[in-house]
């Protein structure tokens, strides 16, 4: 749906070169929930405005459905911008007109028939919960609602693409989980592919399907939601999921255990992630039964990466009779992924 090649952003501010994209390469398949995560600065925003050509890009390429936009110009670019829709962190209402008026301003642009508009407006409306508020004033409103508003009018021209930039930043976390159902709802309803730019993880964790990690103007990791967050590669990505998924040894596990295990050749301690299923603990028990081991359960938690469950424990495993090796075996071949924390023995 999306194709970006090999873009670069360069900004001039008082003679300093900042690089803002750094050869970008993605693909946003459709009707996916994608999600662009980073620190500031890292160039989230400017990413997503090279989308709807609200920035020029330097260098590269940009195809939407095929088409590329980096290519077009004046009307033809109008037109295909009319298929993406943008949301943003503080609404970009216009105080001074209605909700409805909001809602039909885009299609006014458009040309659309009055009558038209009038009807696409309570459309819309109905469609975000908001039938009720046509008449009243930006002001007189909820972040929520205010947050509702731009969707619907971001929804006015049936575009294809929706960008978020920090759609739910403003909000406390209540109301962030209604508008996260509502655009998961919009992406299903609607088969809207979604673009949405982040720095709350719960968000990405509870509905992106994929995610690319920003770091510096470069895309230092990207792919399914699972596969980034249960296998981060680079310290950029990690920091980032370190806050909502249990990916380090819990500190207390750290210091005792790991300290008492180093003293002994016949045990590790070890994370056993299970994704896709939550059976931690009768894996554990049946592995103890067909082998000479002890389980020491030190910690564990089940999450979810949107749909898929993800769990996570960590287990001192000691072989009375050696035979660590064939246990952690066990495991692997029940398709548990182990990673071994101290180094005795480190065949897994
Ligand atoms: N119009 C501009 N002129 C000059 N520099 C800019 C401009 N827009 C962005 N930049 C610079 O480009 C870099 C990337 O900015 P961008 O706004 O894309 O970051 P971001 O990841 O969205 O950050 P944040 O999380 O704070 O919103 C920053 O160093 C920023 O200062
Ligand atoms: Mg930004």
């Known amino acids: 749906m999306i194709e970006i090649k090999n873009l670069t952003k360069v900004f001039t501010s008082n003679g300093n070169k900042i690089v803002a994209l750094d050869d970008v390469s993605l693909t946003i398949k459709k009707g996916e929930i994608y999600g662009i995560i980073g620190l500031s600065g890292a160039g989230k925003s400017t990413l997503i405005r090279c989308i709807n050509m609200l920035e020029k890009p330097d260098q590269g390429q940009i195809f939407i459905g095929g088409k590329e936009i980096t290519a077009l110009s004046g009307r033809q670019l109008r037109k295909e911008r009319s298929k993406i829709g943008m949301i943003f962190q503080h609404f970009n209402l216009l105080s001074s007109r209605t909700v409805a008026g909001n809602v039909a301003f885009p299609l006014e642009i458009a040309g659309t028939p009055k009558a038209q508009i009038k009807e696409r407006v309570n459309e819309l409306l ?22 509702r508003v731009g969707i619907a009018r971001a929804l006015a021209n049936n575009p294809e693409v929706l960008l978020c930039d920090e759609a739910t930043s403003a909000l406390d976390p209540q109301t962030t989980k209604s508008i996260l159902a509502l655009l998961q709802d919009i992406n299903k309803r609607l088969g809207l592919t979604i673009v949405l730019i982040t720095h709350e993880m719960e968000v990405v964790k509870e509905i992106c399907d994929s995610v690319a990690v920003i770091d510096n103007g470069k895309i230092v990791e990207n792919g399914p939601l699972v596969n980034v967050f249960a296998h981060p590669r680079t310290e950029a990505a990690r920091r980032f999921i370190k806050g909502v998924i249990q990916i380090d040894l819990p500190e207390e596990v750290k210091e005792y255990h790991l300290r008492q295990v180093d003293d002994s050749k016949s045990a590790v301690i070890a994370r056993l992630s299970f994704i896709g299923t939550s059976a931690g603990e009768p894996v554990v028990s049946s592995l103890v039964r067909h082998f000479d081991v002890d389980a020491n ?31 952690l075996k066990y495991l692997a071949e029940r398709g548990i992924e182990i990673e071994v924390f101290n180094d005795e023995p480190t065949s897994a």
């Open 126 to 147: 109905y469609l975000v919960g908001l039938a009720d508020k046509a008449n009243m004033y930006p002001a007189q409103l909820s972040g929520g609602q205010k947050q």
């Open 297 to 327: 359960i030190l910690a564990g938690n089940i999450d979810h990466l949107k749909d898929v469950p993800f769990g996570t424990l960590v287990v001192e495993l000691r072989a009375k009779n050696g035979g660590l090796d064939k246990a």
